[in-house]
């Protein structure tokens, strides 16, 4: 089965769907899948006002259209609701390609927080954009639920996976801060609530890896925090296996890669008991779930590292490219082999 995923978000971003994208694009050969991927990279770019670090496409219906007609994939996944994945669901509407999308970001959220956009118009337009397709995939049952109240249909599971080999306790702490270390790892933005976490009394250091336009602005404002930029890889894992605990303040993120991460390595998580946290941590007991941050950040303190560790491997990569696969295959009633031409026959109309 051949797939082509439609995306606005790309390398060289560093959050959790572009890296839920790399690991699908690795992981299914092996599942009896090939992935293929229409980017920012085929396009001419624009920075996006405000986080240039953020590219947008300049993309247009023909070229797209061209792309696919020379991939000739089983299906279109549309991945981002950005410039590229509107024009691809269009493209796709019109032609009768079929297509699913994925719901990866609380946009309506992350709008509100910077403009007085209601809420109902931002979901309005993206009920409209997912709706249209054979399927949605979303990361939690929390975020399932909740879309389902705004009017969202066709909606199918997509878990997340952990690299636990790059990701795993370290006997060494390249920290050289005053301990217990405090962690936050993610982008430096006003929808990540990071003042939360930059304001409690706390013993220690608090640390922030990642970048983002509020970097300069909290750095600033909180001069005794130690702000590491963007990290990845091998940098990346040592950061998380110095600390003590992972802070995660967010409350609008729908999964929260990053507490997978944190506890592959064998750091317990502090959050609030909202979507991402409730899902991930919930009952397991491999971090502090509590309204007063601060509470859980040293609740955290007394979880073990085996036991984060030990939680962490039940979440893999390879079970979640499973997972995308037979979704597509769901959408479109591929299972059996003679459905497979489904995609070409709509190409040769």
């Not at 971003?13 to 050969?29: D, F, I, K, T």
């Not at 691809?88 to 970001?105: A, D, I, K, W």
């Not at 930029?229 to 003590?244: F, I, K, N, Q």
């Not at 409730?278 to 085996?306: K, M, N, T, Y």
């Amino acid at each position: 089965m051949r797939v082509l995923v439609a995306t606005d978000a790309w390398r060289p971003q560093v959050n959790g769907v572009v890296r839920s994208l790399e690991y699908l694009a690795s992981e299914a050969p092996s599942l009896g899948a090939d992935i293929g991927f229409l980017t920012p990279g085929d396009f001419r770019t624009l920075p996006l006002p405000g986080y240039r670090e953020i590219r947008l496409a300049l993309a247009s219906a023909g070229r797209i259209e061209r792309a696919i007609t020379r991939i000739r994939p089983d299906s279109v996944h549309i991945a981002t609701e950005g410039p590229i994945g509107w024009i691809t669901r269009y493209v796709c509407q019109t032609r009768g390609y079929p297509f699913t999308t994925s719901y990866h970001t609380r946009f309506p959220e992350y709008l509100a927080a910077r403009l007085p956009v209601p809420l109902k118009w931002s979901y309005a337009a993206l009920r409209r954009f997912h709706n249209s397709g054979d399927g949605t995939m979303v990361g939690s049952p929390t975020l399932e639920r909740a879309l389902k109240t705004h009017g969202f249909r066709k909606l199918m599971p997509w878990s997340r996976g952990v690299d636990a080999e790059l990701f795993r306790p370290r006997t060494a702490r390249p920290l050289a801060f005053p301990q217990p270390v405090f962690l936050y790892v993610g982008r430096v933005a006003v929808e990540k609530n990071l003042d939360a976490f930059l304001n409690l009394d706390l013993p220690g250091s608090k640390v922030v890896v990642g970048d983002g336009p509020s970097r300069a602005n909290l750095r600033a404002r909180f001069p005794h925090a130690h702000f590491l930029g963007t990290r990845t890889g091998r940098a990346l894992a040592e950061v998380y296996a110095s600390a003590d605990v992972f802070v995660f303040p967010s409350l609008t993120d729908t999964f929260g890669m990053v507490m997978l991460e944190a506890l592959a390595c064998g750091v317990p998580v502090a959050a609030f008991p909202v979507m991402g946290p409730l899902d991930v941590i919930g009952r397991s007991g491999c971090g502090c779930l509590d309204l007063d941050l601060r509470r859980a950040a040293l609740g955290a303190l007394q979880v073990s590292r085996e036991e984060c560790r030990a939680y962490a491997l039940t979440f893999t990569w390879r079970e979640s490219v499973r997972q995308f696969i037979d979704n597509i295959r769901r959408a479109h009633g591929m299972w059996a082999d003679a459905a497979r031409p489904l995609f070409a026959s709509r190409l040769a109309q």
